[in-house]
């Protein structure tokens, strides 16, 4: 039977939730004799390739985050948002109290110890969204996985269980909402 | 009228009271202020910026001098109305006019569902609002007339009593039901209660003489019985007509209570939108000291001593839960407690209370009077007595209505004119949304319960808009003390808002009952249990409502995407391929 395969990727988030899936340790061993992984920092592959699953941390803070997302949806049949930041915004999105431009000024023009005033303009950068959103705000999202981070057992729980065939389902010790 | 005179003893200062004079004085709360009240009423400076930021009648920036705010609820709102003052003012809702002269903005539901639109302006209440006052309401503003100045009958408040029974039908004289139950001991009193069968008029419904038994058993010293006139139930005004025609009889309820359970210290906690009621409660409560029926050996009882203060509330909804209701009265945030322990053993500052709504009060002091066989003749074997009901909406003749508990819902729109409704909201946004196929079951406990609240929709009504009304009205008034309701209250209205505008899809509507009932499920109190009702109910009862605005598609996003970039294309001075999103 061949191997299940695994996307992950980190958009607007801190890769603390591919930090806790690393914290599955010595069981990713067991685990790697029934998936491969595609594009995902732990291989360098840059596109994505048809999956089963995409894991998918960080929310939607800048255009190339909306790219990223749509060909992780297109690409995997399954697609989980990982953590707060992919199922609400979390610590990116508290700049939504404030106008973009805002944020950018401040950074860029009037911030303490700025050099060369100037709003960086390079088309190479992704431009900033107005606002930062949870993944499911642009495209349909299958399950999500609280926390920040979401323990290293939920990881195992919800592949364990989607490997299984089965409805995933966390008990609620691994459930941490904030 | 210095409103803190009648608080307890040792010159104490209510908190809420002295940043309402604050408000009062400042348009806001100044921040200067602030450290100088907390120390003199010996609070951390910290209890004292939350109560600010909690209560929706404080500011941290000033409003007008005239500040207006226009109820949003279904059946006393016109936000129509609201932005047609917004224009011959030139004001924006919620921003103050650089002038400082005059801010606008919306408010929850006042109290005045029978007499709508209405508003408060700077505390006061306007009702019977018309498009055609507005002009000269204007006026008056831009001339900075005071309000004393105004004409008397834009404040007027009606009471619409338009069916009256058992306890509307008044034949009582002050201190009759205290002066029997006296005469009959307190042990009495309670088999009195316990014969009639009342259970809580606020909509829970627990029995009122187990209530006051529980109390009366646990060991204290000191012991409180409070009056919960909180109403803020959209749609609910029945406790502002009992305060306005027979507050002599809630005291008394209260002054009865306090016997039962051997309480010296009552508090009214009144909503912040009644506060016009004040100056005649008190003017009772006065009147009640003289007297005998308040203070000291009442009625020549010796240690039969009782007293009531008044505490006004400050636009908190969740302050009508009883629990965040004492928080409250302990000068606190209205975040609702861990039960148990309840407040029968654990209530204001720790010691047992009793907190009964206005209405069991009030029937209370019938029942001490009449006897408990009296009030349990009427209505049904679950919930005997009679139902005060506040009836609003697309009728005939809103207004208040006593009818004994088991009437049939198409009974009581006969009586008000509202038979051509395609749908009732009982007991509120957090009670249920009945449609007409249901319209023979029961205002009862074991079927309909209401804390009295009765919202009629015609055959024009937008069902979803009423909904979606409800739906943005829980998520303000959350608490944000538990992550299901304060996340789930606003995620729940970004998907009515989404469907309403006509971008939502089947997945949303899912996606929404879903999460609907993991927020009934999850939170913490009744707020948050309840938040998901009206939107749960319109999907089983009119599924169509929602199937016609769905989008044929498998997803649609939540926000227009390519708009998002647009304040970055300008500051980057981009419009290359990169720079848009389909």
Redesign the interface.
Same mark, same amino acid.
């Given at each position: 039977m061949s191997k299940i395969r695994i996307a992950t990727t980190s958009l607007a988030g801190c890769f603390g939730c591919h930090m806790s899936f690393l914290d599955m340790d010595e069981r990713l061993v067991g685990l790697l004799e029934h998936v491969e992984f595609n594009r995902s920092p732990l291989t360098d592959i840059k596109h994505c390739g048809p999956c089963d699953i995409g894991l998918v941390e960080g929310g939607l803070c800048n255009?190339e985050n909306?790219h990223v997302l749509r060909e992780f949806r297109q690409q995997c049949k399954i697609l989980i948002a990982v953590g707060a930041c992919a199922i609400?915004g979390g610590v990116p999105a508290m700049r939504n109290h404030y106008?973009?431009?805002e944020c950018?000024e401040e950074a860029f023009l009037h911030g303490v110890g700025v050099d060369n005033p100037m709003?960086?303009?390079d088309?190479e950068l992704?431009?900033?969204?107005?606002?930062v959103?949870p993944l499911?705000?642009?495209?349909?999202v299958d399950y999500y996985l609280p926390g920040c981070p979401p323990p290293g057992d939920a990881f195992f729980t919800i592949l364990s269980d989607l490997l299984a065939g089965k409805e995933p389902s966390l008990p609620k010790a691994m459930l941490h909402?904030? | 009228m210095n409103i803190a005179s009648s608080l307890p003893s040792g010159g104490d200062i209510h908190l809420l009271h002295r940043l309402r004079a604050l408000q009062d004085r400042h348009q806001h709360i100044p921040p200067q202020t602030i450290a100088p009240l907390a120390s003199e009423l010996g609070l951390p400076v910290s209890q004292v910026e939350a109560v600010i930021d909690f209560y929706s009648f404080f500011h941290r920036s000033p409003r007008g001098h005239f500040d207006i705010l226009f109820s949003n609820c279904t059946s006393c709102g016109d936000l129509v109305l609201m932005q047609q003052l917004c224009d011959l003012l030139g004001v924006v809702p919620g921003v103050t006019r650089a002038d400082g002269l005059v801010s606008v903005d919306q408010t929850s539901c006042v109290g005045m569902c029978d007499q709508g639109a209405a508003a408060l302006i700077n505390g006061r209440t306007l009702t019977c609002l018309s498009a055609q006052q507005l002009p000269a309401l204007a006026a008056l503003i831009h001339a900075g007339t005071p309000l004393d100045e105004w004409p008397a009958e834009w404040f007027a408040v009606q009471d619409n009593i338009r069916q009256a029974a058992l306890l509307l039908n008044d034949t009582l004289s002050s201190g009759d039901g205290l002066r029997a139950a006296v005469q009959a001991g307190a042990e009495q009193l309670l088999a009195e209660l316990r014969q009639s069968s009342l259970r809580g008029r606020g909509g829970a419904g627990f029995n009122t003489s187990l209530k006051w038994q529980l109390c009366r058993a646990a060991p204290a010293d000191t012991r409180y019985v409070v009056c919960n006139a909180d109403e803020g139930e959209p749609g609910t005004f029945k406790d502002r007509v009992l305060l306005t025609r027979y507050a002599q009889q809630v005291f008394e309820g209260m002054a009865l209570c306090a016997y039962a359970i051997g309480a010296q210290h009552g508090f009214l906690y009144l909503r912040g939108e009644y506060r016009y009621l004040l100056p005649q409660l008190e003017a009772t409560l006065a009147e009640m000291r003289t007297a005998n029926l308040l203070g000291e050996n009442i009625l020549q009882q010796p240690g039969f001593n009782f007293d009531i203060s008044i505490v006004l509330g400050a636009g908190a909804y969740i302050c009508g839960e009883e629990s965040a209701l004492l928080e409250s009265l302990e000068q606190k945030r209205g975040v609702p407690r861990v039960r148990p322990p309840f407040p029968v053993t654990h209530g204001y500052l720790g010691q047992p209370t009793v907190v009964d709504n206005v209405e069991t009060l009030l029937a209370a002091t019938h029942i001490a009077l009449h006897g408990g066989q009296w009030f349990r003749d009427h209505g049904t074997q679950d919930s005997s007595g009679t139902k005060i009901l506040s009836v609003s909406g697309d009728c005939m003749a809103p207004g208040i209505y006593e009818f004994p508990f088991g009437i049939s819902l198409q009974t009581l729109l006969a009586a008000c004119g509202g038979q051509d409704a395609q749908a009732v909201q009982v007991g509120g946004p957090s009670g249920t949304l009945v449609s007409r196929a249901e319209f023979g079951r029961k205002l009862a406990f074991e079927d309909l319960a209401t804390g009295g609240s009765i919202m009629i929709y015609g055959a024009q009504r937008d069902l979803l808009a009423v909904v979606r009304n409800f739906t943005h009205f829980f998520a303000h008034e959350s608490c944000g003390f538990c992550?299901?309701c304060r996340?789930g209250t606003p995620l729940l209205r970004q998907y009515l808002d989404k469907i309403a505008s006509g971008h939502g899809t089947a997945?949303d509507r899912e996606?929404m009952a879903r999460l609907g009932k993991l927020v009934k499920r999850r939170s913490h109190c009744g707020l948050g249990q309840t938040a998901a009702n009206p939107l749960l109910d319109l999907l089983e009862k009119f599924p169509q409502v929602y199937a016609e605005r769905l989008l044929h598609q498998?997803?649609e996003?939540?926000?227009d995407?390519d &708009?998002? $970039?647009?304040?970055?294309?300008t500051?980057?001075?981009?419009d290359?391929a990169? &720079?848009h $999103?389909s």
């Open positions: 255009a909306v609400n106008e973009v431009q950018l709003i960086p303009s088309p992704p431009l900033l969204l107005s606002k959103h499911h705000e642009v495209v349909r909402y904030d | 992550t299901p996340v997945y996606e498998d997803y996003p939540f926000f995407l &708009a998002a $970039l647009a304040t970055t294309r500051l980057t001075h981009r290359d990169e &720079a $999103l």
